[in-house]
């Protein structure tokens, strides 16, 4: 659908009429998706250094972004709490965690290289103030919007401040210090048999990769450059899994330059067999904004639509995802992807005109459009001979799944509440105040009986 403009180069309209343009438009009127927005402001406050790229106050131009449009009357929105340490422990090495909590910028002055090497810190993966605490806190977004997708408040979960997909069990990776793609998966494989995972950043997701490489319990699928040196240097196609987990690990490398067109073709020629064939009850999709044209680190030719269209293709399984966020160095852009990717999931359509009471407006200059032309910036590297070929290897190896992979789910594991132990004291001690007074009634009433 396309949204009506508000005005034209030959029509304006007084403030009062501007007042009541609707910001966003149903696609249709039978939508009844679920969707949850966990969102904890907190995390935008915390700085990797003046020069680093990744910039975390592009979560608050997003959220901006999502209020201005009104995005938040179509969700459940939620404040999550920090992961607790138990459970950041799940996938990570109890050695590592403890580092990151008593670190501090003064501590690592202090420290060996060979320490520093051992946790892989240095330009790349700096420590700042803080950086406990922000792993925590979009780490614990990602996990509870995990347990509303498994609880079936939500079918569609959505945290842009999650999506960290390099870190590894022992160490910080590309930008990333905890993983909680891998986190959230381990909590949604104690109830679903299967989940996919699909990654459309421009960097291969190796963390994730790495961590179910064995399994054919997790699929992982990545689209990402790749010419054996751009970073993380993983991603080949010829990366299929090992063990149980052969050819469940799916992996789409690209050159400079892809477009829109060539992107959306190639994403949709494989991912509907791989949904089809795979039949994962839920999937995890991880929508980093470096993928973009024009993006500070990136090197392809897309456009928000684009990107949007290959969330939206996935949506239209009808099967309960988790979105989530990740890389994205152009802060403006990053944002505007985000929150039009929020509208794809709620089924509703957004004026291009970004609305000007924005507090952080300025930021989309000189514009002030949610979809800026992005591409064109590079040469298109991907020849439709090598983009076919990449399709016929996949395919190919698609052919090795027989069959979806059959897990006997005997009992749901009790911790699902995603409450801490402190909190789960407090509730059990209110339950005993409650019984303790429920008993004291009983023997009023039993008292009250016997002088009657």
């Given at each position: 659908?396309?949204v ?5 180069e030959?029509?304006t ?13 149903p696609?249709?009127?039978?939508n009844k ?10 995390v ?11 910039k ?9 972004l ?6 938040y009357e179509?969700m ?6 920090q ?5 950041l422990l799940?996938f990570?090495?109890?050695?590592y965690?403890?580092?990151?909590q008593t670190?501090t910028?003064?501590?690592v ?7 520093l ?10 420590i700042?103030d803080g ?5 925590a806190l979009y780490t614990?977004?990602?996990?509870d919007a995990?347990?509303k997708?498994?609880?079936g408040?939500?079918?569609i979960?959505?945290?842009?401040s ?16 905890v993983?909680d ?6 909590n949604?494989?104690?109830v679903h048999?299967r989940?996919?995972?699909i990654d459309?950043d421009?960097?291969?997701g190796?963390g ?10 997790v ?5 990402h450059?790749?010419?054996g040196?751009f970073?993380?240097?993983t991603?080949?196609v010829?990366?299929v899994?090992?063990?149980r ?5 799916i992996?789409?490398?690209?050159r400079?330059g892809i ?7 190639l994403f949709k ?7 089809v ?7 995890v999709?991880q ?13 392809f ?9 290959c969330?939206?293709?996935?949506k239209s ?8 966020g ?9 944002s505007?992807l ?5 509208s ?10 970004i609305p000007?009471?924005?507090?952080s407006y ?6 002030y459009?949610l ?9 298109n590297?991907?020849?439709?001979k ?8 996949i395919?190919e190896?698609i052919r090795?799944l ?17 409450l801490?132990?402190?909190e789960d004291?407090?509730?059990?001690e ?8 429920e008993?004291?009634?009983k023997?009023?009433l039993?008292?009250?009986e016997?002088m009657?």
């Amino acid at each position: 659908m396309e949204v009506p403009k508000s005005e034209t180069e030959t029509f304006t309209v007084d403030k009062t009429t501007e007042s009541h343009i609707p910001l966003y438009y149903p696609n249709s009127t039978t939508n009844k998706t679920n969707v949850s927005y966990h969102y904890n402001p907190e995390v935008n406050k915390f700085h990797y250094g003046a020069l680093h790229p990744m910039k975390p106050f592009r979560l608050l131009l997003t959220d901006h972004l999502i209020i201005s449009y009104k995005l938040y009357e179509k969700m459940d929105l939620y404040t999550p709490r920090q992961a607790s340490k138990s459970e950041l422990l799940e996938f990570h090495s109890e050695d590592y965690i403890n580092f990151l909590q008593t670190i501090t910028p003064d501590k690592v002055k202090t420290l060996t290289s060979d320490t520093l090497a051992q946790f892989n810190i240095g330009d790349d993966c700096p420590i700042f103030d803080g950086i406990y605490d922000y792993s925590a806190l979009y780490t614990g977004a990602s996990l509870d919007a995990s347990r509303k997708l498994i609880s079936g408040m939500s079918d569609i979960a959505i945290n842009w401040s999650g999506g960290l997909h390099h870190a590894k069990k022992f160490e910080p990776s590309g930008f990333c210090y905890v993983n909680d793609i891998v986190l959230s998966i381990l909590n949604l494989l104690r109830v679903h048999s299967r989940v996919m995972y699909i990654d459309i950043d421009l960097h291969h997701g190796d963390g994730v990769q790495e961590a179910f490489y064995n399994t054919d319990r997790v699929m992982t699928v990545s689209f990402h450059k790749y010419n054996g040196e751009f970073f993380p240097g993983t991603g080949s196609v010829d990366e299929v899994g090992i063990g149980r987990g052969e050819n469940y690990a799916i992996n789409v490398p690209l050159r400079d330059g892809i477009d829109d067109e060539s992107y959306i073709r190639l994403f949709k020629s494989i991912m509907e067999p791989l949904i089809v064939k795979f039949q994962p009850s839920c999937i995890v999709q991880q929508c980093g904004a470096d993928s973009l044209g024009y993006d500070r680190l990136g090197c392809f030719n897309l456009n928000i639509r684009a990107h949007g269209e290959c969330v939206k293709f996935i949506k239209s399984f009808n099967i309960p995802m988790l979105v989530v966020g990740g890389g994205g160095y152009t802060p403006r852009n990053v944002s505007r992807l985000w929150c039009y990717e929020t509208s794809v999931l709620n089924d509703v359509s957004l004026n291009h005109k970004i609305p000007n009471y924005l507090p952080s407006y300025d930021w989309f200059g000189p514009d002030y459009s949610l979809h800026p032309q992005l591409d064109g910036r590079i040469d298109n590297k991907n020849s439709k001979k090598y983009l076919q070929s990449v399709q016929t290897k996949i395919l190919e190896q698609i052919r090795y799944l027989n069959h979806a992979p059959s897990v006997q789910m005997y009992e749901i594991p009790p911790d699902l509440t995603g409450l801490t132990e402190e909190e789960d004291k407090l509730i059990n001690e209110l339950n005993e105040d409650l019984r303790r007074e429920e008993n004291l009634m009983k023997d009023d009433l039993k008292t009250g009986e016997l002088m009657t």
